[in-house]
Each structure stands twice: as C-alpha cells, then as structure tokens.
C-alpha cells in the first residue's frame, strides 16, 4: 500500500498505477468491474490451472481496489477498522440499519 500511496502523491511518468489514477474514479472503478468479472469467471475453471487463474484475477481484483483507495486517501487501517466495528454484527442487520439511515 506504501507504493500506492507514493504514486498517488508523486505520479512518475510511465506508471500503470499513474494511468489509472489520472483517470479518476471512473476509470479505476472501470477496472474494478472487469477485474471482477474475471474473478468471477476464474472461479469456475476445474483444476490447478483454474486455481492459479483465480488467485492471479484476485491478484487484480485486490491491486485495482487498493489503487482506488490510494486515489480516495484512504488506508487499509480504516477499512480494517470498519470491518473490525462490524465484526458480530448480522450482514443482514447491518444492511437493515443502512437502509433505516436512507
């Protein structure tokens, strides 16, 4: 996360992860879905080959969302924490507290 958020504050010419955050939120999140598609998809290959398709595509999948992190200056501690304030709490119970804020 260290070398996302350098790049995010210095921007070197030729960086990927340049590219992506001078495209903003749109672009990133554009990735983030395609990455997850694969992800997806990966997931359904049968075998060792299937299994190491799926770790790579989760390898993208992870990188773009902490690329969109860095872009949105947030750190892996606050998300930490946030699952951390979740934890024996109902998925569905926290959602239907959302929804009541809404």
Known sequence: MQTLTERAEKRPTGSYTTKLLEGGTAKI???ICEEANELIEAA???GDAGREHFIYEAGDLLFHTLVLLAHKSVNLEEVAAELAR???????????NRE???
């Open 44 to 46: 359904d290959e049968p």
């Open 100 to 102: 009541k804020k809404n």
């Open 29 to 31: 999140g554009k990735k």
């Open 86 to 96: 979740r934890e024996g709490t109902s998925g569905l119970t926290e959602k239907a």
